[in-house]
């Protein structure tokens, strides 16, 4: 696949609807009925549910926190530019090839050192990607009816979910009033993306604001929309679900064709000490930093656990034909599992959930990648001149 910039790319995430006669079965991630998927198509399994906790539908004290608002810097002020986008986490920006080779050396080190510290590498290779993950016999016989094969270019992801506090950031700068984030499509719909006070933000935040006390947790309560908006301004994007999955079950090549994918991060049985899951402990989302035994060979924390992640593939992506599934509404996939997944099943590198695009569950967060081809770590572009306007490239960046 040719390098291309995602930085603006657009694309959708959702949920799934399986439609019965008059009834309507809502994908279960966290409820009575689990919606599962094998070789002879959709099967519904009965198992516990799990309701969402009190605490998540109702935020209680303490309130929102009252961070210090950023100071207005002057357009032509390149030092305080660069520092405000650093503290804004909107590194990937300043690395982009005219960027970068403006930027004097202290500050060259300062962003890449930024990037290497809150993004794991992955390499390019091929994964094999299953829409489901299938147990059945058939499926262990013959793996063309369980995987399709993805070639994925080389890319950087985040070790770690957004958090609330990095998403506080985009929420002061006006991220919700910058309509360039946003699809067009989803313009009418951005002012309704409010929290339990109405002002603008994740459902459960107040005033605009995360609770104190929160800052480390991956944030919750947003859309994909709001999801790919806060990606587009750190100049990032949504990974896919082949990147997902490769980072998640790290492909070792044995052969043309052959390969060895992990079922989970740190191999392929299932432990609650590396994962927050339904009877790891915690029985709620915890920070971000938290369960680290559970990390990915590319030192990626929290793929499987804690929260569900947004990726930027439709539900079903893989190849797979499936005339029996009907949607109403477009549905974006997501990933990995929450704290109050039950299910073992649920919680692998394969298996694949889904959600509306628009809705703003309790339990589903997303992280951010970044084409490896998008950046540079070269104090000039290659094949270029050097660019002599370091003040309009960079404030074009940080627009």
């Known amino acids: 696949m040719p390098c291309r910039n995602y930085a603006w790319g657009s694309a959708g995430i959702g949920g799934i609807l399986l439609l019965y006669g008059a009834w309507a079965h809502h994908l279960a991630m966290f409820g009575f009925g689990a919606l599962c998927v094998g070789a002879g198509g959709f099967y519904i399994v009965r198992g516990r549910g799990v309701a969402a906790p009190a605490a998540a539908t109702k935020p209680a004290a303490p309130g929102p926190v009252q961070p210090h608002p950023r100071a207005v810097v002057a357009p032509e002020d390149t030092e305080g530019l660069i520092e405000q986008m650093l ?88 991220g919700y009033e910058q309509m360039a984030l946003w699809d067009a499509k989803i313009l009418p719909a951005v002012i309704d993306f409010v929290d339990q006070t109405g002002s603008l933000g994740p459902r459960y935040w107040r ?26 301004w750190v100049g990032k994007r949504m990974p896919t679900d082949a990147e997902w999955v490769k980072a998640a079950c790290w492909p070792v090549p044995l052969g043309p064709g052959s390969r060895m994918q992990r079922r989970y991060p740190w191999g392929d049985n299932m432990d609650r000490e590396r994962a927050n899951i339904w009877g790891s402990g915690p029985n709620k989302i915890v920070p971000v930093t938290e369960f680290g035994a559970g990390v990915s060979v590319g030192g990626v924390y929290q793929l499987i656990g804690n929260v569900w992640e947004w990726t930027s593939s439709n539900f079903g992506a893989g190849g797979y034909s499936r005339p029996e599934l009907v949607l109403p509404t477009p549905m974006r996939s997501v990933r990995g599992g ?62």
């Open 207 to 232: 005033h605009g604001r995360y609770l104190e006390g929160t800052e480390e947790l991956p944030v919750v309560g947003i859309s994909w929309y709001e999801a790919v908006a806060y990606s587009r």
């Open 338 to 399: 929450a704290f109050d997944t039950y299910f073992d099943n649920q919680a692998t590198s394969q298996f694949q959930s889904g959600e509306n695009p628009v809705a703003r569950r309790y339990n589903i967060g997303f992280r951010c990648a970044l084409g490896a081809c998008d950046v540079s770590f070269n104090d000039v572009e290659d094949g270029t001149e050097t660019p002599d306007n370091a003040e309009g490239e960079l404030q074009e960046a940080a627009v």
């Open 87 to 174: 503290a804004q986490g909107r590194y990937a920006l300043m690395l982009r090839p005219k960027v970068v080779a403006n930027l004097a050396p202290a500050h060259r080190d300062r962003t890449r050192d930024e990037l290497t510290e809150q993004m794991a590498f992955v390499p390019a290779g091929e994964v094999g990607l299953s829409a489901w993950e299938d147990t059945s016999e058939a499926a262990k016989t013959d793996l063309d009816l369980q995987q399709a094969i993805f070639r994925v270019d080389a890319y950087y992801l985040d070790r770690y979910p957004v958090t609330n506090r990095q998403f506080l950031e985009f929420v002061m700068a006006g």
